[in-house]
């Protein structure tokens, strides 16, 4: 077989850490394609898939969750390198294509109308009034008189008010009075209610993009002092960006590799699925993950901020009995303590053991169980499924033939089989990306977390470019395979821990606004 990569191709490869092996097998996986998910049922309350908090657990759970805190580390980890641009996605086709004509902006731009009805109580809004007068604008005037692309340009284009070039994490979300704060500083507020360390420190780590790296830096220096004295807390924050060695080959409909006007290989980068190797670098004992936009307002955080203790509280309890079992196994048990090692494995983990265990050696039986209970612990928040679009917690089985809990996008599903289908819309919970992680094993060391990620859970996505097919691959997502091979704990949530903003106008519902 011809080698498709020159001695030019291989610097190129070489010089984003990447090797020939590892591009010949990402082609591989467009030749060959990603296997689909093998749903086995929805993880529900009734099937013991997801547990069910009774207001006794809460309290115990949250106490416990504080009460540790003295000799545990904590962190918040917030995956924040999104743009903004997609929020933006309706003013972009206004601005594009509407011509002053009113019957064509009350019947095809319905979320424009209602984005002007109440500009002014966007957080926003005066800077963008401020922007417009440094042009000597009258932003009234131009209202009045139905100019509403001039005032939706003045709100996304870099050279005024950027905000649809900026990262999400930086665009003014809440409303205090006469002060704003972006997602980055909810998370700030966040972590200092739910995250703070026993000498009063908050580590939060932004993952970010290249492009976006001196805006963040600049907003935290701005910010950092003034949130360390109004909240009592010392701000750690650290910033990572993807590696380029998650980078993947973009190749074309015929699986050959796509190259720019220069001739060099086309790569894109390998989707969140690629910040394991970020979190990877996070050491701490418990490590908090939420979206950058999932954030309310201070007078809805209560109940965000109980669950988060909660969610802790029983990693913290799951994983202490875990430890104390590994530890058992290392003193030669016996075979009552590995019977009864084996059932808490079972009933409280979710760990299926082979079909060999029950006919194993006893000495076979100790690694089996060791095997599979030193490894990350992952309790992740469910909320009740309302619609949304994403992942949601089933019962699948893996290529080892074993049941495991996990995470599932909708495209890692065949949709058509008719099997698969009735299991998807069985589902009673969705995923709103509400984790806490115990990164630590029973005797104090950090997991390599690349060791626990099934690398066969991949995406393939098309896009076409003029007349090219382009084909690009995203690694197992963080949430998904990039943690198939960790303990996973499903927990339901209140519905009012997730109050993403995907669209501008999500900022205009009650849950976004001053209380």
Known sequence: MKNPFSDKDLQQIAGLGLTEGIVQKQIENFQRGFPKAKLLEAATVDNGGIIRMTDKDILRLSKLYKQSLGNRRVMKFTPASGAASRMFKDLYTFSSTYFGVANNFEKEFPSVKEFLQHIRTFAFFEDLKNCMERSSLDFGDYMDR?????????????????????PKALLKFHRYGELSRTPLEEHIVEGASYARNADGTVYLHFTVSPEHHRLFQKKISEVKRYYESNLGIKLKITLSEQKHYTDTIAVDEYNEPIRDENGQLT??????????????????????????????????KHTTIIYKEVLAGLLIELQSKA????????????????????????????????????????????????????????????????????????????????????????????????????ILNSATHFNPVDLVCGTKDYRGRYFDLRKYVDPSTGFISKKTKGAVTVKSQELPGL?????????????????????????????????HLEG
């Open 146 to 166: 139905g100019d509403f692309t001039t005032v939706i340009n003045y709100l996304l284009k870099e050279q005024y008010l950027g905000y649809g070039v900026l």
């Open 267 to 300: 790569f894109r980068p390998g989707g969140h699925g690629a910040l394991i190797e970020n979190l990877n670098e996070c050491k701490s004992d418990i490590i908090f993950i939420k979206n950058i936009d999932n954030v309310v307002p201070d007078w809805m």
């Open 323 to 422: 430890f104390e079992q590994l530890r058992l196994l290392d003193k030669n048990p016996d075979s009552r303590t590995v019977d009864k090692t084996a059932k808490y494995a079972a009933e409280k983990l979710n760990i299926t053991l082979p079909d060999s265990f029950a006919k194993a050696s006893q000495k076979e039986k100790i690694s089996m169980l060791r095997e599979k209970l030193n490894r990350p612990i992952r309790v992740c928040g469910m909320v009740k499924n309302q619609g949304e679009p994403g992942g949601g917690p089933f019962f699948t089985e893996n290529t080892r033939g074993e049941k495991t809990l996990q995470i599932v996008e909708t495209a890692q599903i065949n949709r058509k089989e008719t099997d698969q289908e009735a």
């Open 479 to 511: 949430w998904n395979g990039a943690m198939a091979e960790w303990i996973t704990i499903f927990v339901e949530v209140p519905l009012a821990t997730f109050n993403p903003v995907k669209t501008v106008n999500d900022l205009l519902r009650k849950e």
